[in-house]
């Protein structure tokens, strides 16, 4: 019996979104990146938000929120740059199944077949804050 094709939204700048989608795709032939919402044939088994440095805690709390009522019950995977301008206190805040800070390949797949299965993911060192 074949399995059903697992549909992943993800929100990233257009370069890296294209990169990571291309990679993610390539690793499982049972799994389907999409861009945008209208590539989505179906729920999205899961959200990728990856966000960069500058983001503030207040619109990255809300804006989770929006994504949680629309995408609900998919669980949302934030990943977060090296340095960026937010506390350990904020990203717990966030209440996410999962979070990466500057994954590689590897942690990323890991994460996508952990959180597609039902189980969360926190890796992440002490934010930097970002000197601009």
């Not at 966000?51 to 990943?79: C, H, R």
Request: net charge negative; glycine share 6%; hydrophobic share 40%.
């Amino acid at each position: 019996m074949a399995k059903d094709t697992d549909e992943i939204l993800l929100i990233a700048p257009n370069l890296l979104g294209e990169t990571l989608a291309r990679e993610l795709a390539t690793y499982e032939s049972d799994l389907r990146v999409c861009l945008n919402r209208d590539e989505l044939t179906k729920h999205p088994s899961l959200l990728i938000w990856s966000l960069d440095s500058f983001g503030i805690a207040n619109t990255i709390f809300v804006e989770l929120k929006k994504l949680e009522e629309e995408w609900n019950p998919s669980p949302i995977l934030l990943l977060i740059p090296n340095k960026i301008n937010l506390t350990k206190e904020q990203i717990y805040e966030f209440g996410v199944k999962g979070l990466l800070q500057d994954p590689d390949l590897k942690t990323l797949k890991e994460a996508v077949d952990i959180l597609i299965g039902g189980g969360r993911i926190f890796k992440f060192d002490n934010p930097q804050s970002h000197q601009g």
